[in-house]
């Protein structure tokens, strides 16, 4: 027989969600303030304006300014590697081998959005902020062991390869650099000049995995040796 729900604890479980709710939504308010408005033209009141919450419930979750924008830069660290892995995971899903190629189409798609522009936004104005700069260093440094490790787990083949470390970063670097100098170029990231540099690139690390056999059969063993 089912134990009788107490209903302190029903409440208190009510009461955690809607918490949880506000503070997700004030952190989305967040991010998305930083990409329209810019950081430095940010403020705690534009965005409790922005997620439809009350000063006073936004200064319940964050008391001080810091605390919002060190919890909105790992807000968004989370929010791009839950992207790429859903991205990256569902091109190749049912496939007998990594799609390297479209894969690189994948990511490099990814980064033509939002999140991405945010990261580059808050990238720049850390520079001259000491506070941001404090809070950047260690997200971004735990973005890309983070990374490394959900690549390996969506490309199991490919991590076989002595290679792999490398292709990686190139492909990682290589995009988010095309990426960052068009948004700071103002012109579109899927022009010409861009497209023959991603297709450049595909031939590239194609050719840095040819001491494997790019097989998801390989992925019990990849697992086990990367566990």
């Not at 924008?69 to 007998?96: C, G, M, P, Y």
């Not at 850390?126 to 997200?139: N, Q, S």
Request: include cysteine.
């Amino acid at each position: 027989m089912d134990s009788p729900v107490n209903e302190s604890q029903t409440s208190r479980t009510w009461q955690q969600t809607k918490s949880e709710q506000t503070r997700t939504a004030v952190l989305d308010a967040a991010l998305s303030c930083f990409y329209t408005l810019g950081f430095n033209q940010t403020t705690t009141e534009k965005i409790a304006k922005q997620a439809n919450v009350s000063r006073g419930a936004m200064l319940h979750h964050f008391p001080q300014r810091s605390d919002l924008i060190q919890a909105s830069v790992w807000h968004l660290h989370r929010k791009r590697l839950e992207a790429f892995e859903e991205t990256l995971s569902s091109v190749n899903e049912d496939s007998e081998y990594t799609l390297v190629e479209e894969g690189i189409d994948a990511f490099w798609q990814q980064l033509q959005s939002p999140l991405f522009a945010i990261y580059c936004e808050l990238l720049v104005a850390a520079r001259t902020d000491e506070e941001l700069r404090a809070t950047m260093a260690p997200a971004v440094k735990d973005f890309q062991k983070a990374w490394r490790v959900k690549s390996e787990r969506i490309f199991p083949d490919l991590a076989l390869s002595k290679q792999y470390g490398a292709a990686t970063a190139i492909t990682r670097f290589f995009l988010e650099g095309i990426a960052f100098n068009a948004q700071a170029m103002d012109v579109p990231a899927t022009g010409t000049n861009a497209q023959e540099l991603v297709e450049l690139l595909k031939v590239m690390v194609r050719a840095m995995f040819d001491d494997i056999e790019i097989n998801q059969e390989n992925s019990e063993e990849s697992t086990q040796r990367l566990s």
